[in-house]
């Protein structure tokens, strides 16, 4: 199974800072196709999990482009450029290359 | 609207049997990449089953040969039957679409 690393953990970040979430898998994510087969989730407190960022760059539907994604390979980024407050909660990334899919263990946003 | 709405859950008795329903609507169920992902209690995000549109289906080794994806296209609705069911499969269900949304959860309990 490919193994998912996130770093930091958890981070607190001052409203109006940048913030960045760093994604590590144990294989290459890249498809045959060309893509790097990554996805970034956020789970707010109390809520279900929001797809923030597909194929390591595309935000999904409605996500503001204060979220980034980026990398390739193994190692992959989250960033935001300006964190608000309505961003705390939970962020993880996902391998989708291989079955099973797995999830980092998770990286906790707190607002300073 | 695409929403995602679960249900099924409740409280089992170890080796018992449930089924979780995952109701869409906005989009064709049958025309996605649909998964089912847990979350133990104070836990991370666990992928467990998808279906592809071509209908292959594929499982976590924690739950393959106890756990069955399917779908029903007259009725736009995911399914995931659960068999044999051990204590360690607590946790709240997600169904989602590969793109989202994510559905609200339903909570599977196993206990005696």
């Known amino acids: 199974d490919i193994v998912m690393t996130q770093s930091p953990l958890s981070l607190s970040v001052t409203p109006g800072e940048p913030a960045s979430i760093s994604c590590r898998s144990s294989?290459?994510?890249?498809?045959?196709?060309?893509?790097?087969?990554l996805e970034w989730f956020l789970q707010k407190p109390g809520q279900s999990p929001l797809l923030l960022i597909h194929l390591t760059s595309n935000r999904a539907s409605g996500v503001p482009d204060r979220f980034s994604g980026s990398g390739s390979g193994t190692d992959f980024t989250l960033k935001i450029n300006r964190v608000e407050a309505e961003d705390v909660g939970v962020y993880y990334c996902?391998?989708?290359?291989?079955?099973?899919?797995?999830f980092g263990q998770g990286t906790k946003l707190e607002i300073k | 609207e695409v929403q995602l709405v679960e249900s099924g859950g409740g409280l089992v008795q170890p080796g018992g049997s449930l089924r979780l329903s995952c109701a869409a609507s906005?989009?064709?169920?049958?025309?996605?990449?649909m998964k089912w992902v847990r979350q133990a209690p104070g836990k991370g995000l666990e992928w467990v089953s998808l279906?592809?549109?071509?209908?292959?289906?594929y499982y976590a080794d924690s739950v393959k040969g106890r756990f069955t994806i399917s779908r029903d296209s007259s009725k736009n609705t995911l399914f995931l039957q659960m068999n044999t069911l051990k204590t360690e499969d607590t946790a709240v269900y997600y169904c989602?679409?590969?793109?989202?949304?994510w559905g609200q959860g339903t909570l599977v309990t196993v206990s005696s």
């Open positions: 906005g989009f064709t169920v049958s025309n996605n990449y």
């Open positions: 294989q290459s994510l890249l498809h045959s196709g060309g893509y790097n087969s």
């Open positions: 996902m391998q989708g290359l291989q079955t099973p899919h797995t």
């Open positions: 989602a679409r590969d793109v989202g949304p």
């Open positions: 279906i592809y549109s071509g209908g292959s289906t």
